[in-house]
């Protein structure tokens, strides 16, 4: 069965460094998104990416964070310069299209940042 | 806005049981999609049940349905005769159905039981 795959599945970084999480989202997707769950509390939406451009954004996504797409099958997000306070669950989704609602998680990406 | 609220925080339940967990919404929109998610301890979060505004019908996924009231706003999860693989996070979440990109949002989630 197809799924959304996220690597690495753990990642330790000192404050101040960059990251990239990575995501291949399900093959025939169009929809994109990032989220990110502090330990213990709820999902948080973060941005979301269609047709090659973002389509929305929370407060979250400040500058400090970039989406990419670089190629076909990779969605990607960067942290420029990370802070204690990103150290989060994130996770990477995709849904196939307009009329098919629901959207499919990766396994997610454990970043602490030290 | 929209909004999702879990009241329940936690249960527990008796293996075998049948299982209500509780999920109110509000929005605006006329069109959207209310869907329930599980999260076990290794972390992922998985796609269990999915209801349309419009849909008459409450949803039906093997051991799981969703218990639709509109007019109330809630779409509580029914789990009938719950296991022990059934003990995790439950997130009740939903997205507007007019914006093709909308995103999905998510309530607090209620940590799920299961009592030998």
């Known amino acids: 069965e197809p799924e959304v795959t996220q690597t690495p599945s753990h990642q330790v970084t000192q404050m101040g460094q960059e990251v990239i999480l990575r995501c291949v989202p399900i093959?025939?997707?169009?929809?994109f998104y990032w989220y990110r769950q502090i330990l213990g509390q709820k999902v948080e939406f973060l941005v979301s990416?269609?047709?090659?451009?973002?389509?929305?954004k929370s407060e979250i996504f400040d500058d400090q964070f970039s989406v990419e797409r670089p190629d076909g099958s990779n969605f990607t997000l960067k942290i420029r310069s990370t802070k204690l306070e990103d150290s989060a669950m994130y996770f990477c989704a995709s849904r196939e299209g307009q009329m098919i609602t629901e959207a499919f998680f990766g396994q997610g990406t454990r970043l602490t940042v030290v | 806005a929209q909004k999702i609220t879990q009241t329940q925080p936690g249960m527990f339940v008796q293996e075998k049981e049948a299982v209500t967990l509780d999920c109110t919404y509000d929005?605006?929109?006329?069109?959207?999609?209310l869907f329930w998610y599980k999260q076990p301890s290794s972390g992922e979060m998985i796609f269990l049940i999915y209801?349309?505004?419009?849909?008459?019908q409450n949803a039906t996924e093997g051991r799981y349905s969703l218990n639709f009231q509109k007019a109330r706003k809630s779409a509580n999860l029914v789990i009938s005769a719950s296991q022990l693989g059934d003990s995790a996070m439950y997130f009740c979440a939903m997205r507007d159905l007019y914006s093709s990109a909308s995103k999905i949002i998510f309530g607090s989630g209620t940590r799920l039981s299961i009592r030998p």
């Open positions: 209801q349309g505004s419009y849909d008459e």
């Open positions: 093959s025939n997707h169009l929809y």
């Open positions: 990416f269609y047709n090659n451009e973002i389509s929305e």
């Open positions: 929005t605006s929109d006329q069109s959207y999609g």
